[in-house]
């Protein structure tokens, strides 16, 4: 147990890190911030791994499976007698997982950042901030309780607030950051409400207790009922819905395509690896208790995961700026995960979806901080962020190309890349459980590849445009995390997860379900190849022969005008009559929505404010209302 | 009677004796070294303060008419530790030439009613408590009126005292209805007496209605608005936190000891009180723009959230309100002697006027989100465990309705705090508040207030005092 006491560095060398360059950075080269916090992480990335290495591999399998080791604990505050506070770092397969993705993309963006965001103003500042993120963030995947978790919960949203609203002269930039903060704060409140029903049920907050599958601590709580439901159900639905808000499940979502005002390394580690799965993260720590305790929540986390991957792939269709389509495609990938975990069993081979869920978390950390990352490199080459400024990158951009076709394979499922094994796990969980729910994910399988590649042949592929200087590869620094990104999205599929991260730490044999496995393929094939159709055509070769050959070419050319067909039905009926109005909806109804209640709160205000006068003989008279008015329902209460 | 029993009453003796010897000083000053009176009254205010957590004697004295108890004498030395640091904000404040005529009326009437609220918490019957409670109230209205040239301050000093005079004679009234139907003004021959009849019903009405007027809940609030804004701004500052402070704990203790028998009766009234005093101080704080305004509805919110502990009845409801106060001394004086400070070196009291105050006083700026965030509970500053140990206490008597109003107000909340970061640090200006640099006693006051906002966040041996010395006393 000792031997993993240097874990507390893996979390310690980011605060120190966030406190010297919080303190120090303004007096120092920009340069030497960056290059501080990037070794920082690099070590913190390094004992990460050296943890999971000997965690995994070390023999600390029992007969109970993994064990979950405290390293370090400390009392911090007592309650009551019984209900007690404590600090400390708890490790199991989930969170020895979240270590390594945390460091990992963590590091890569640090590195990363060291070119994109190079003679940025308050550069120093970026990497206190990012410091802090990463603190935060770790902090909150090794608590060993509820209530720290919910302390670097809230510590992460603090951080991300800081990094969104980094370019704070941008007005949109600032607008998102406060946007992202309150909705999440919103989500919060139901998941403090939550913590609060669920320790007077059961007197705790340590997760040791809380999750332990006999569910002895919950004997008492069976009797206990709100309104028809019982406590323990209206307390996982509310911890849900706080981490509903973080990662971004419908209708909380709203805030995080606002969000990609920040700068795009911060989109990489915030809104594709880590703080977005902070949600998906706490509803598999409190599997245990949701799956026994609280089934009828589990049924919510389904369909609410279902539902947010179909929405916001169909809204990712519609998408010009390529940060806004991979924003929404991550909400449809947290989606999958959060339908996977609504689905599964618990142990063995029932946790199915449990694992599939860790697995795809860990999966789409890699190849969507990598998408992102990517993006950043075309941003940076190109200085827009929409689709229409962009096209042949290739050229300019091979290392950028490559990779970004890598992950664009990934995410459409194509074997042999990571994506491909996850994502089947996925559906074979959710075949096992309801069959409308994996209906749902092959559509979605289908229009992931679609609008990936849409994205990739608009931007790589086609014409040039009017660029205001040749594009160039980026630095060095940029693109050695694209390849290292590159490469763990690749091999990334052949971690046997089923025998690490399992529902009930014992491991299980699966194999591939190619009568699942195929269809998916295929699906995700046939998406590409519609991609491919409609949004590769802009390129100089054809329109060279097309001179040429005439009449016979502009029919093969025009597919015999199959595509023009093609066309006409995606951007006439499926366009118009489907994705438009679902991006109206999202845009209007939802949005509009959360807006709304800000406008109502400020008329109501504004309606009141006349109760405040000026004149005394008027607070008087409420002064005496309002007494008698209490002491009149006293009266009534009392008889 | 053994004199050495007067040590029970050392607070109280203390502070007449240093409100004497300012007097005293004041008289052997000559006008022209006027000034040293400050350092002097700080200085000689500081040792009481200090001497006060010197640990000392339980017990009570005159015949139960004065109680005192490890929790009492916890709650004097929070109030002193929060006029000493108002003392300090104000110093710059009294500097100025138009005060110079006044300095050793603003240390007397202060420590004055401070003298007042001691014999209110450790009132054993309801005659002290009513005399400390006008000790507090008379030279509050003074103070109030201190800019006696500017016509909103005596603005402020006649709604003050109007306002009392009424809420006094309504409290009265109550207490004589309870003289009446138990015969006894002692707290501890009436507490066993105490039944849900009408009679006794309304006066305990009455009673609310006295002391809601004091922690400002609503509907009793709106002379907060108009006093905090036309008063000075140490003054305000006294008033949000001394004042108010006071006042929530000797409404609890008198709640939790003279009125326990009634308990389920007087949880409804304050459940409602509390969505109320929440909701609409929210609703007006949206709207604000004079800082002071603006402040004194985020006040009267936090007063709402106070009622949560109090519902919370017992043990963790004592504990949980006494531990936000202590938060909320240090953070709202935290932010109060931001605007202190920055009114005057500039006589700016707009939150527009504060735009792009970071480009200037990062330092200041820094702070007053410091303080902001803690107001609003954003963890892990100390405002957050104040409001997450209120709403533990109310979810632990099964108020979960009453948590979810509090935390979607908290949640509105933060959207108005922002908004005052957003003005310091975002909104642009052509001319910010020029730089300027704090007097050295600002500096130290606004230190305290950081150290306190951090540390009783973090130490978790301080919510365990509180909880032991609760025990004891509820007990």
Known sequence: ?639 | MDLGQFILMRHELLLTLVAVVVLIAEIATSEKNKARLIPFSIGLFALVTFIGFIPGETGTIFGGSFQSSQLTIFMKNILNMAVLIIFLQAEGWLRKPENSDKISEYFILTISTLIGMNFMISAGDFLIFYIGLETATIPIAGLAAFDKLKSRSSEAGIKLILSSALSSGILLFGLSLLYGATGSIYFADIAPKITANAMIALGFIFFVSGMGFKISLVPYHFWTADVYEGAPINVTSYLSVVSKGAAVFIFTIVLFTVFRNIVEMWKPLIYTLAVFTMTLANLFALRQDNIKRFLAFSSIAQAGFILLGVIGAGELGMTSVVYFVLVYVFTNLGAFGVVAAIHNASDVETISGYNGLYQTNPKLSLLMTLSLFSLAGIPPVAGFFGKFFLFTAAAGSGYYILVLIAVLNATVSLYYYLKVVRAMFIEKNEQPIAAFRSTNAMRLALIMCVAGIFIIGFAGGIFEYIRSISQLFLN
Not at chain 1, 275 to 284: D, H, N, P, T, W
Not at chain 1, 478 to 505: C, E, N, R, Y
Not at chain 1, 576 to 584: L, M, T
């Open chain 1, 1 to 639: 147990m000792a031997g993993y006491t240097y874990t507390v560095f893996i979390l310690m060398i980011p605060l120190v890190i966030f406190l010297i360059t919080g303190l120090m950075g303004m007096k120092w080269k920009p340069i030497v911030s960056g290059v501080i916090g990037t070794a920082g992480m690099g070590i913190s990335f390094v004992l990460s791994l050296l943890a999971a290495a000997s965690y995994f591999f070390g023999g600390t399998h029992g007969a109970e499976g993994f064990q979950t080791i405290i390293p370090f604990e400390i009392t911090w505050l007592r309650l009551t007698e019984s209900l007690i506070i404590k600090m400390g770092i708890l490790l199991d397969p989930i969170s020895v997982m979240m270590l390594v993705v945390v460091t990992t993309v963590s590091f890569m963006v640090h590195l990363y950042s060291l070119g994109y965001m190079k003679g940025e103003g308050g550069f120093a500042r970026f990497y206190a901030f990012l410091a802090l993120f990463t603190f935060s963030m770790l902090g909150l995947v090794i608590a060993t309780n509820i209530f720290q978790m919910y302390i670097f919960w809230e510590l992460v949203g603090v951080s991300s607030y800081l990094l969104i609203g980094f370019y704070y002269q941008k007005p949109s930039a600032v607008a998102a950051s406060k946007k992202a903060f309150i909705v999440t704060r919103f989500a919060d409140l139901g998941f403090l409400i939550g913590i609060l029903i669920l320790s007077f049920v059961t007197g705790t907050f340590d997760f040791g207790k809380l999750t332990s599958p006999d569910g002895a601590i919950f004997a008492g709580a069976a009797s206990l009922s709100f309104m028809g439901i019982s406590a323990l159900t209206w307390a996982m639905t509310l911890i849900f819905i706080g981490g509903a808000g973080k990662s971004a499940m419908f209708p909380l979502h709203i805030w995080l395509p606002d969000a990609m005002e920040g700068p795009t390394p911060v989109s990489a580690l915030i809104h594709a690896a880590t703080m977005v799965v902070a949600g998906i993260f706490l509803v598999a720590r409190m599997f245990p208790v949701i799956h026994f305790q609280a089934p009828a929540s589990q049924e919510i986390i389904a369909f609410v995961g279902g539902f947010t991957s179909l929405f916001a792939a169909v809204i990712a269709i519609t998408q010009y700026d390529i940060k806004r389509v991979l924003a929404f495609s991550t909400l449809s990938q947290l989606g999958y995960m959060m339908l996977a975990l609504g689905v599964s069993g618990y142990g063995g081979e029932e946790g199915l979806g449990f694992m599939a869920s860790m697995f795809h978390l860990f999966t789409h950390a890699m190849f969507k901080a990598l998408l992102f990352l990517g993006a950043g490199s075309i941003i940076h080459a190109v200085h827009s962020n929409y689709m229409y400024d962009m096209g042949g990158l290739r050229k300019y951009l091979p290392i950028t190309h490559i990779t970004f076709l890598i992950a664009c394979l990934t995410i459409a499922g194509i074997p042999p890349f990571s994506g491909f094994f996850s994502k089947d796990e996925i559906l074979v969980a959710a075949l096992n459980h309801n069959k409308l729910l994996f209906a749902v994910e092959y559509l979605v399988a289908g229009l992931t590849a679609f609008y990936m590649f849409r994205l990739y042949f608009n931007v790589f592929w086609g014409k040039d445009r009017h660029y205001h200087h040749t594009p160039h590869e980026s630095p060095l620094t940029m693109t050695i995390p694209l390849v290292f990104l590159a490469v763990a999205s690749i091999f990334a599929g052949f971690i046997p997860f089923h025998h690490l991260v399992t529902s009930d730490k014992m491991g299980f044999d699966t194999e591939m379900h190619l009568a699942v496995a195929i269809p998916s393929v295929l699906i995700g094939l046939l998406g590409i190849a519609l991609a491919w159709i409609l949004y590769k055509k802009e390129s100089a070769i054809p329109e060279k022969l097309a001179l040429r050959w005439g009449i016979l070419y502009t029919a093969t050319y025009n597919k015999f005008y199959f595509d023009e067909i093609y066309l006409f039905v995606a951007r006439n009926i499926i366009f118009k009559y489907i994705s438009r109005p679902v991006a109206w909806f999202d845009r209007h109804i939802v949005d509009g929505f959360m807006v709304g209640i800000a406008v109502v709160t400020e008329k109501i205000s504004f309606q009141i404010k006349g109760m405040q006068s000026g004149q005394l003989q008027h607070y008087a008279f409420i002064f005496v209302a309002g007494t008698l008015a209490l002491a009149l329902s006293m009266v009534y209460f009392l008889n």
